[in-house]
């Protein structure tokens, strides 16, 4: 068999296919959790006066609900707000909810804290354990601490700095 100009032209042609393949793979795993394209000024007000407005694809919709339903509560503060607004963030937040599959918490519920659930977990074992007891970090709650572009969105890993 001759190896001819076109062989060399399809040789490169896969080689560049299965390079960029691998590489959309890899970029993939870095980023499960890609910059949100997703948002409700609502939201981004009202979630935000208080804490980072975490993005609504990091707990399932069941979640979401029951985080909304429980706003006078809302993790040792009252959070209430008008009706309308309720409606309008809780749809939000269900119609952009964690398409995944998420598991219950050991009591059976839906995790409503985004630090319960397993992917959590995982993608911060490594971390957890390097700020544990850092004063800057304070809780794992405290996304932007180490995500730089988590107020746009962004949690991927070339963003990260874990402070000292």
């Known amino acids: ?23 959309s793979a890899a970029q993939a795993d870095d980023d499960e959790m890609p910059k949100s394209k997703v948002n409700n000024p609502k939201w981004l007000a009202e979630c935000g006066a208080c804490h980072l407005a975490f993005p609504s694809r990091f707990l399932p919709a069941e979640s979401w609900r029951e985080v909304m339903s429980g706003l006078d509560k809302h993790f040792g503060s009252d959070a209430s707000l008008d009706d309308e607004s309720v409606r309008e963030i809780t749809a939000f937040l269900v119609d952009n909810a964690r398409r995944k ?7 059976g519920k839906w995790p409503l804290r985004i630090t319960e659930t397993r992917w959590f977990r995982r993608e911060h074992a490594e971390a957890a354990s390097r700020v544990k007891n850092n004063p800057r970090v304070k809780s794992m709650a405290n996304c932007a601490i180490c995500h730089t572009q988590a107020d746009i969105g962004d949690y991927s890993e070339r963003n990260i700095q874990i402070p000292k």
Do not use: E, N
Request: charged content about 10%; overall charge positive; glycine content about 6%.
């Open 1 to 23: 068999m001759t190896f001819t100009v076109k062989h060399l032209f399809d040789v490169l042609a896969a080689a560049t296919l299965v390079f960029g393949m691998g590489m």
């Open 101 to 107: 599959k998420t598991s219950l918490t050991a009591s």
